[in-house]
Antibody, heavy 118, light 113 residues
């Protein structure tokens, strides 16, 4: 059974940083392209970015609201993908989900709540 | 960026009746080299991550009841629930994966009338 297990989120002050992790199991992780999506309270889904598998180049793409502030990394030896969030703003407060990026996103993590507030 | 527009924003349907959700993309999602539309549908229940229902615009994911169906091509797509069940109360999203950023529709809330 494929599982994506995310680390806990947390409370961060504006301008601060936080790193989320997402560990995969039951899948060939090093072949997987992985994405991050967030959902602000009461709002819709917002795609943040994606990292390709290393065999596909390992490159990243980001959505405009987080480009230059967020970085997606992967460590295939740990079967884990990370979302490094820098220069956080109150409007970044949301539940953050990792997911597999294929023909649609079949597998999702459980979500991590991030609150950016002073 | 490709803009995805869903309608209606919310929908109330009687149990056993049909629910229809529309999704329009600002660019064609059909790739002629493989004859596929790069469009997925998700169901999200309160407090849960989204669940993939449909991919390639009309392929039902494993374990998804056959009352869910997807149709359409190019820029216009539809998700149909043929006979609404109580457990189908949720928000439904379309998403294009033709290119990045992979954009979502704004969601359609389905409720029981």
């Amino acid at each position: 059974e494929v599982q994506l297990v995310q680390s806990e989120g947390g409370l961060v002050k504006p301008g601060g940083s936080l790193r989320l992790s997402c560990a995969g199991s039951g899948m060939t992780f090093n072949n997987a392209w992985m994405s991050w999506v967030r959902q602000a309270p009461g709002r819709g889904l917002e795609w943040l970015g994606r990292i390709k598998s290393k065999t596909a180049g390992g490159t990243t793409d980001y959505g405009a609201p987080v480009k230059d502030r967020f970085i997606i990394l992967r460590d295939d030896s740990k079967e884990t993908v990370y979302l490094q969030m820098n220069s956080l703003k109150p409007e970044d407060s949301a539940v953050y989900y990792c997911n597999t990026d294929s023909s649609g996103s079949r597998y999702w993590g459980q979500g991590a709540l991030v609150t950016v507030s002073s | 960026d490709i803009v995805m527009t869903q309608s209606p924003v919310s929908l109330a349907v009687s149990l056993g009746e049909r629910a229809t959700i529309n999704c329009t993309s600002s660019q064609i999602l059909f790739y002629s080299s493989n004859n596929k539309n790069y469009l997925a549908w998700y169901q999200q229940k309160a407090g849960r991550p989204p669940k993939l229902l449909i991919y390639w615009a009309s392929a039902r994911d494993s374990g998804v009841p056959d009352r869910f169906s997807g149709s359409g091509s190019g820029t216009d797509f539809t998700l149909t629930i043929s006979s609404l069940q109580a457990e189908d109360v949720a928000v439904y999203y379309c998403q294009q994966y033709y290119n990045t950023p992979r954009t979502f529709g704004q969601g359609t809330k389905v409720e029981i009338k």
